[in-house]
């Protein structure tokens, strides 16, 4: 009986992974052609958190244009210098192009801490700067512009409820407003994606939690097919997820600690990322 268990177990876990990968292929759509930014708050985000995402937009079959913006070095600990560069290398390893599509912001206002509040327009206003230079533009009649398409970020829960997290949502959301402020009547030219949380349990169930998010996600099918489209599903294959848990073991070096490696070794955000879309004005 013991052989039957212990074959068990990795036959369930590579079952689940085949149908989630074929699911993911086969039935939800695709970005392409998109300039595309990844929103977070701290170095090593993009690993723990977003690299199905990144690891699936940065093919270059597809064709997108991926960049990172950090709205802090992570300096709680002294080490924000050491976190930026390797946030660098983090990107590169999950397919970014170039150095230059990594920015980290440097402001005292947006610190590194589970205790502070950052301010929405903050997050807002340094968005507007790098990506909606004409967002003040008071003319009814000028289509509204951005210089991309797509911006990725944590959703209202912030996935570990980190208050940094968090505060990207309400940022990215009230971004978003502010270019349509003048422009009622438009579509707004950016697509706001958030990465769903899920309960505690669920966290930790890596590719075992796949199963249950596709069947979840396929509820809500009729909206795969609308522009833009939504949820939008990434699933890593096993040599994704092995590049994930090198892009935080290897690169970021300086935050790794022993629960941390529980963290690349059992979390399903290592493996699967479902993004929703948030509605806005």
Same mark, same amino acid.
């Given at each position: ?27 939800? %759509? ?9 929103? @977070? ?20 079959? $597809?064709?997108?244009?991926?960049? @990172? ?9 002294? =080490? ?13 390893? $999950? ?26 327009? =903050? ?14 533009? %008071? ?8 210089? #991309?398409? @797509? ?11 980190? %208050? ?14 502010? @270019?349509?402020?003048?422009? =009622? ?21 890596? #590719? ?9 996600? /396929?509820?809500?099918?009729?909206? $795969? ?5 939504? %949820? ?48 806005? /004005?």
């Amino acid at each position: 009986m013991q052989w039957v268990t212990a074959l068990a177990v990795p036959l369930a876990v590579g079952l689940c992974w085949f149908y989630t990968l074929l699911a993911q292929r086969s039935l939800f %759509p695709k970005l392409r052609n998109k300039r595309i930014c990844l929103l @977070i708050a701290h170095p090593d985000d993009e690993a723990m958190f977003f690299a199905p995402t990144v690891l699936a937009l940065t093919d270059p079959l $597809l064709g997108n244009h991926v960049k @990172i913006l950090c709205m802090s070095s992570g300096d709680a600990h002294g =080490l924000g210098e050491t976190r930026k560069r390797e946030l660098v290398k983090s990107g590169r390893l $999950l397919g970014l192009r170039s150095d230059d599509d990594v920015f980290v912001v440097e402001n005292k206002e947006l610190p590194d801490s589970q205790t502070a509040s950052w301010d929405p327009k =903050l997050i807002s206003s340094l968005l507007a700067h790098a990506f909606a230079p004409k967002i003040n533009s %008071p003319s009814t009649n000028q289509v509204p512009e951005a210089t #991309i398409d @797509i911006l990725i970020t944590f959703d209202q829960y912030g996935i570990s409820s980190h %208050p940094n997290h968090i505060a990207l949502y309400h940022g990215a959301r009230y971004f978003l407003s502010s @270019i349509m402020k003048f422009h =009622l009547g438009y579509r707004c030219p950016v697509t706001l994606y958030t990465l769903r949380s899920t309960s505690l349990p669920r966290k930790y169930f890596s #590719i075992l939690d796949a199963v249950f998010t596709v069947l979840q996600t /396929l509820t809500r099918r009729r909206d $795969l097919k609308k522009d833009p489209p939504a %949820p939008l599903l990434f699933v890593s294959s096993p040599a994704g997820y092995t590049t994930a848990q090198s892009a935080m073991a290897k690169a970021h070096k300086s935050q790794m600690r022993w629960f941390r490696w529980g963290w690349i070794t059992l979390s399903r955000y290592m493996v699967i990322n479902d993004l929703g879309l948030e509605k806005t /004005l």
